[in-house]
């Protein structure tokens, strides 16, 4: 998939600007249309099963902005610690107009608030899991919804991307885990700036400083996540991993024996053994006939 344009980027940028505009204008029509609860459904998760070993997760409730709740993060956690066999790479995505707006604290104000705002153990089974995680991001991503996708390993997003988490406007102390996963994705500056001063990072900026890989229109977002993880299942299982265990390793979010996984790349008839075999018979084939007369 090509990258995307300047005229692309603006193109994308009004066309999210006119569906907020179209959501804001209407939103009185809808409320009259329904009764209102005292505490909305939760978020719900629906799946797809991809060709080719992908597994995409997806959060399904755009009109609430895809909160989290906590049957939510709990459906999440499950689905990534127990994917369908076979599956080689994961998809975490959303349905439109934001990727996530943060905790539902709707459902805080009901019940256990300190279980479910910024808990230290909230997507631990995302960053256990051996399997590679992509995630594909749009509208607002704010608070739990960064804590999520900081919990995959590549993020891209469309042109209006947005990221924020406002714990000191609502007062919040973040755990020590949130934390250390903005600090380990934008540094310390720029995570003292999110937290203490307010900041919102735009998707230029995230690039910017490496918190997302590139930035693709708004209509191709979930194609080009699902290309990339179909890019990555398509290689060494083996690799892909244990290179994902020993990177949360060194940015200590588990333990495990690299030397064990490192290992595993060198035992007989390894991924590793067969491309090496490829490229020296594909040598040999290139010298043979460049002597050939």
Not at 83 to 108: K, N, W
Not at 119 to 145: K, M, T
Request: positive net charge; contains cysteine; glycine residues 6%.
């Amino acid at each position: 998939m090509a990258p995307i344009t300047k005229l692309g980027h603006t193109m994308s940028l009004w066309q999210a600007r006119a569906s907020r505009r179209w959501q804001r204008s209407t939103k009185w029509v809808r409320d009259r249309r329904r009764h209102r609860v005292a505490v909305p459904p939760a978020t719900p998760v629906t799946t797809h099963r991809h060709p080719n070993n992908v597994f995409e997760i997806r959060l399904d409730a755009g009109e609430r902005r895809n909160v989290l709740g906590r049957s939510t993060i709990d459906r999440i956690e499950e689905l990534v610690a127990s994917p369908p066999e076979g599956t080689r790479a994961i998809v975490v995505s959303a349905a439109p107009p934001d990727f996530c707006a943060g905790y539902d604290l709707i459902e805080a104000s009901q019940g256990d608030a300190e279980g479910l705002i910024a808990h230290e153990s909230n997507f631990a089974s995302l960053r256990r899991v051996a399997i590679p995680i992509v995630a594909a991001l749009q509208g607002n991503v704010i608070g739990g919804g960064l804590e999520l996708a900081l919990s995959a390993d590549v993020r891209i997003a469309s042109p209006e991307t947005t990221f924020a988490i406002p714990a000191a406007k609502l007062g919040l102390v973040y755990s020590e885990t949130g934390i250390r996963l903005v600090v380990d994705a934008v540094g310390e500056s720029a995570a003292r700036a999110l937290f203490l001063a307010g900041r919102s990072l735009s998707a230029e900026s995230a690039v910017g400083i490496g918190l997302v890989s590139e930035i693709v229109g708004r209509e191709q977002l979930r194609d080009r996540a699902i290309e990339l993880a179909t890019q990555i299942a398509s290689w060494s299982e083996v690799a892909s991993s244990g290179n994902r265990q020993i990177l949360d390793v060194v940015a200590g979010r588990v333990e495990r024996d690299t030397e064990a996984l490192r290992a595993q790349s060198f035992v007989p008839d390894s991924d590793l053994f067969k491309s090496i075999a490829a490229f020296v018979a594909r040598r040999a084939q290139s010298v043979s006939r460049s002597s050939s007369p």
